[in-house]
């Protein structure tokens, strides 16, 4: 038996999707910039996910852009937002909490001669508001807040933040990343002060290699890839239409079946919680309003990747704090005051549509034998 408890890192292909994937590739394998009955059959297929992606996040066809990852999205709409504003100033402001997909490039703006300001992380794996929108003035060009940490599952105050810099500053523009909350929370972008929302394929259940930016109509952007100038010259580089085909089913039915799906994964999360709390080598560390997809915690004294290989000896795959930052210390646990010790044997647990109570009960038992197996070892 094998239990998949680290799709936060990465999800398993949903099939039917994989096959649509398969299906273009072998049939409809024309560039959708081909004036040929073969690039018109793509170029359909190409509007059709754009259109599903659209209606996934309350947009228009026109704000979305296909791109090859989270990763991507996320340069895209802060190198090519920073460079389209620099004239009109220099400062851009971001949280502790950020993927390294939002902090690299504006550590690379900073060295650039950028004006940077990160916000701190408070233990609850949030950001105070009144902080991060102090650190807003004039000069500030950029806003960028994840909405639900990677970590620990912290959903952080992304509306409310955004809507209040827009009504102070309207001329500074707001990023989002999504790749956490994308078919898991939903959101009417026609609505929200969010001009840059970047959301990831694979962590939704279709294949790696595929990733979208939403871009509010009107902002101020220049693309980072210059060439053949598809997408509206926004992301030049021919479409992969087989994984874009993926992304929009994969979007469509995300949205079908989310309530249900998130009531599934709060019953095993609320479930796992509280046989862990009975524990008390245990530290939960996810806040308690965090998504019903995450679940942090720490087994004291026993270091995490050797839970993780304990845990993987019986079929069950978790994550040892991101699997971004492999082997380093978790910047997040950190900056949330979690002692070294405690973020040295942290375990992230991440769920999916596909995972069952059944697994979550494997689960809580083969901890509890690894705890004690672990600890008669050393
Ligand atoms: N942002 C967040 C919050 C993530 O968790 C990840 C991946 O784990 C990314 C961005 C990067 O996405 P991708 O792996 O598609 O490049």
């Given at each position: 038996m094998e239990i998949y408890f680290d799709n936060s890192a990465t999800t398993k292909t949903d099939e039917e999707v994989a096959k649509l994937a398969y299906d273009v590739m072998v049939?409809?394998?024309?560039?959708?910039?081909?004036?040929?009955q073969k690039g018109f059959d793509a170029e359909k297929i190409f509007v059709k996910a754009k259109k599903q992606l659209a209606s996934a996040m309350g947009?228009?066809?026109?704000?979305i852009f296909f791109t090859s990852c989270g990763t991507e999205s996320d340069n895209l709409a802060i190198l090519g937002s920073c460079m389209a504003l620099k004239k009109r100033g220099n400062r851009i402001v971001t949280t502790a909490l950020e993927h390294p997909a939002v902090l690299e490039p504006i550590k690379f703006l900073e060295e650039m001669g950028f004006e940077v300001v990160i916000v701190p992380a408070n233990e609850k794996g949030q950001v105070d508001e009144e902080k991060f929108l102090s650190a807003v003035?004039?000069?500030?060009?950029l806003a960028s807040m994840m909405y639900v940490n990677n970590e620990v599952g912290s959903v952080l105050p992304v509306e409310n933040v955004f809507k209040k810099i827009k009504a102070k500053y309207p001329l500074c523009q707001t990023h989002c990343d999504f790749v956490q909350g994308f078919g898991k929370i939903k959101l009417n972008l026609s609505k929200l002060h969010i001009d840059f929302l970047a959301i990831s394929g694979h962590k939704i259940h279709a294949p790696k290699g595929i990733g979208a930016l939403y871009i509010k109509k009107g902002s101020k952007i220049r693309p980072i890839l210059y060439g053949g100038g598809q997408q509206g010259k926004m992301r030049s580089g021919t479409e992969s239409v087989p994984l874009i085909a993926a992304l929009g089913l994969a979007a469509e039915k995300a949205y079908k079946t989310l309530e249900q799906d998130e009531k599934n994964m709060a019953e095993i999360k609320a479930y796992i919680t509280e046989e862990l709390k009975a524990l008390p080598f245990i530290k939960i560390n996810?806040?308690?309003?965090?998504?019903?997809?995450i679940l942090n915690f720490s087994a004291l004294n026993v270091r995490s990747e050797i839970m993780l290989h304990f845990l993987e000896s019986n079929g069950i795959f978790v994550s040892s704090g991101s699997a971004c930052s492999?082997?380093?210390?978790?910047p997040v646990l950190k900056a949330m005051g979690i002692k070294k010790s405690e973020a040295d044997s942290a375990i992230r647990l991440s769920f999916s549509r596909y995972n069952t109570m059944e697994e979550a009960k494997i689960f809580v038992d083969a901890l509890k034998e690894g705890y004690n197996t672990i600890l008669k070892v050393k």
């Open positions: 049939n409809d394998y024309g560039n959708p910039s081909s004036l040929h947009a228009k066809e026109e704000e003035n004039e000069k500030t060009i996810s806040p308690e309003t965090s998504v019903p997809c492999k082997g380093e210390a978790s």
